[in-house]
C-alpha cells in the first residue's frame, strides 16, 4: 500500500558528502597531532623541578680538592665519590679516595679503592703501594709487604712504596712478627725513599717511624714536623710526634700534638688515652681521670680502656673505683650503655699491670678471697716476671696483716709498683 503524500518512504534516500567538511576535518585532526606531539612537550611543568645539567667531573675533582686542603676529608671523600660517578673510567679519582681513607683510618674502604684503580689498570703502581699500605695498617703486614713489593716490581722508583714499607716493618717488629733483618730491611728501605724523594710527606713519614722504633727519638720528631708542614690534617702524625715529644719529655709539646690528634680525629680514644697517661705520669691525676673516662666513652667496649682508667683510679687511690673498672677489664662485663665487654686472659706486658693491680685494689678494699685467689694465679701464670710475683705476694702480705689485725684495712700505698707504661 502506497500512501500518497506521507513523509514516509521504504526506500532510504542518501545523503550528498561534503568534501569541503572533510578537509577541515582532517585540518583539524592534523592540528591535534602537531600540538600534542610538538607544543605540549615544550610546555614546561610547574609542578615539576627544573632539570639541571650533568656536572663534568673535573668540577667535583676541583671542589675535593680545595676540601682537601682545608682538612675537610669528610666532605672532600664525598666530592671525590661524585667524580666517580661522573667518570667511573678515571683510576685517579680512586687513588684520591684510597688515600684520604688512609689518612682517616678507613682501611678497608682505602684497600677497595685501590682496587677499584687496579681494575682499570692492573699494573698501577701507586694502586699497588696504596692497597698494601692499607692492608698492613689494617693488620695484615705480610699481605700488605707483599703487594707492596708488587708494587716495586712495576716501578722500582716509586718511593712512597719504599716509605710505606719501612713503616709496616716497624709494625711487624713492634708485634713480634718480624725476624733478624726485619729492622735492617726497614732502615733500607726508609733510606731507599730518602734517595727517590727526600722531601715528600710519605718520606719522613716512613723514616720517622725508623728512627722512633731504634730510640731516636729527637731525629724522629724532625721528621714527623716536617711532614705535618706538608700536611697538618693526618691526625697520626700528630700522634707520632706527640709520643716523641713526651720521650724527650716536652711533656706539655707532647700534650698539644695529642690535642691536635684528637680534634682530627675525634672518635678515636687513642689521643686522649696518650694525654691521659701523660698526665698521669706527671701525677696529675684529676686530670688523667678526665681524659680516661673520655676515651672510655669513645670505645665502651675496649677492655683495655677500662684497665687505663683503673690504673689511674689506684695512682690516686680511688679504690674501689680501681676495682670497678679493672674487675671489667680482666674479668669481663657490661658496658654503661649495655654492650658485652670481653675481658682480657692473662698474659705478660700492659695485661698483667692490669692483673696485679686488680688483686692489690681487692686487697686494699677488703676483698681478700678473690684478692689471693687471683695473686696465686698471677705467680703461676706470670712466674717469668718479677714484678708480677712480687706484687703477687704483696697482695697475700696485705690479706695476711688484714686478718692479724681482725679485718682492719692496711693502706698499702707504699707498694712499689711500677709507673704504667707512658705510651703503647
Not at 605540549?40 to 650533568?54: E, G, K, R, S, Y
Request: proline share 5%.
Amino acid at each position: 500500500m502506497y500512501l500518497k503524500g506521507s513523509k514516509f518512504s521504504m526506500q532510504k534516500r542518501r545523503r550528498r558528502i561534503n568534501p569541503f567538511r572533510i578537509i577541515l576535518l582532517l585540518v583539524i585532526v592534523a592540528a591535534l597531532v602537531y600540538f600534542d606531539r610538538m607544543v605540549i612537550p615544550a610546555i614546561p611543568n610547574m609542578f615539576q623541578a627544573t632539570p639541571t645539567a650533568t656536572r663534568p667531573a673535573e668540577s667535583y675533582v676541583t671542589e675535593a680538592e680545595a676540601l682537601e686542603g682545608e682538612g675537610k676529608y669528610a666532605m672532600a671523600i664525598s666530592s671525590y665519590k661524585e667524580a666517580v660517578q661522573a667518570d667511573p673510567r678515571n683510576p685517579v679519582n680512586f687513588l684520591a679516595l684510597a688515600r684520604l681513607n688512609v689518612y682517616t683510618g678507613n682501611y678497608a674502604q682505602a684497600v677497595t679503592d685501590a682496587e677499584n684503580a687496579l681494575l682499570l689498570n692492573p699494573n698501577n703502581d701507586e694502586a699497588l703501594a696504596l692497597r698494601g699500605f692499607a692492608i698492613g695498617l689494617a693488620g695484615d703486614y705480610l699481605r700488605g709487604v707483599g703487594s707492596l713489593e708488587e708494587a716495586l716490581t712495576v716501578n722500582g722508583n716509586n718511593a712512597a712504596a719504599y716509605a710505606y714499607l719501612a713503616e709496616l716493618y716497624v709494625y711487624m717488629l713492634q708485634v713480634n712478627q718480624g725476624d733478624l733483618t726485619t729492622m735492617d730491611k726497614a732502615i733500607a728501605a726508609s733510606k731507599s725513599a730518602i734517595s727517590l724523594a727526600p722531601n715528600t710527606l710519605e718520606t719522613h713519614r716512613g723514616r720517622g717511624f725508623v728512627l722512633e722504633y731504634t730510640a731516636n727519638f729527637e731525629e724522629a720528631a724532625a721528621e714527623f714536623e716536617a711532614a705535618i708542614a706538608i700536611n697538618p690534617n693526618i691526625a697520626d702524625l700528630h700522634l707520632a710526634l706527640g709520643r716523641n715529644y713526651f720521650y724527650l719529655q716536652e711533656y706539655d709539646q707532647s700534650i698539644t700534638e695529642f690535642n691536635k690528634a684528637n680534634a682530627l680525629n675525634p672518635k678515636d680514644p687513642t689521643p686522649e688515652s696518650l694525654i691521659a697517661r701523660t698526665y698521669q705520669m706527671n701525677g696529675d691525676y684529676a686530670k688523667a681521670i678526665q681524659y680516661a673516662q673520655a676515651a672510655l666513652m669513645d670505645n665502651p667496649v675496649d677492655p683495655y680502656l677500662y684497665g687505663n682508667l683503673g690504673l689511674v683510679y689506684w695512682k690516686n687511690k680511688q679504690y674501689l673505683d680501681s676495682v670497678d673498672m679493672l674487675r671489667i677489664a680482666v674479668r669481663g662485663g657490661v658496658s654503661a650503655d649495655g654492650q658485652t665487654v670481653n675481658g682480657l686472659p692473662m698474659d705478660y706486658g700492659k695485661v698483667e699491670q692490669f692483673y696485679y693491680t686488680y688483686a692489690l685494689a681487692l686487697a686494699n678494699t677488703q676483698q681478700c678471697g678473690e684478692a689471693i685467689q687471683l695473686a696465686q694465679a698471677i705467680q703461676t701464670g706470670l712466674r717469668n716476671d718479677d714484678i708480677a710475683v712480687y706484687n703477687a705476694q704483696e697482695t697475700i702480705n696485705i690479706c695476711e696483716l688484714q686478718a692479724k689485725q681482725g679485718g682492719g684495712l692496711v693502706d698499702s700505698t707504699e707498694t712499689p709498683t711500677p709507673e704504667p707504661t707512658p705510651l703503647p
